[in-house]
């Protein structure tokens, strides 16, 4: 399996329950991916923008209760 066709055309013939195996699989890598990238943006500094905004909406009352 060496290309993106040949990895689709074998996922898409698997029996229900190893596509489902396959499906979690990478579902569980993607958040993975997605929170060392939160990781790594956060200690750069590079979200520091969101918790500004964020104190600039309070100040302005402009945040909802939870």
Not at 17 to 38: A, G, P, V
């Amino acid at each position: 399996m060496s290309t993106v066709e040949e990895i689709k055309e074998a996922i898409s013939n698997l029996p229900d329950n190893l596509y489902t195996e396959i499906r979690k699989w990478f579902s569980e890598e993607d958040w993975k991916s997605w929170d060392s990238q939160i990781e790594k943006d956060s200690a750069s500094g590079a979200l520091d923008f969101l918790i500004e905004e964020a104190e600039q909406e309070q100040k302005e009352e402009n945040l909802k209760d939870l």
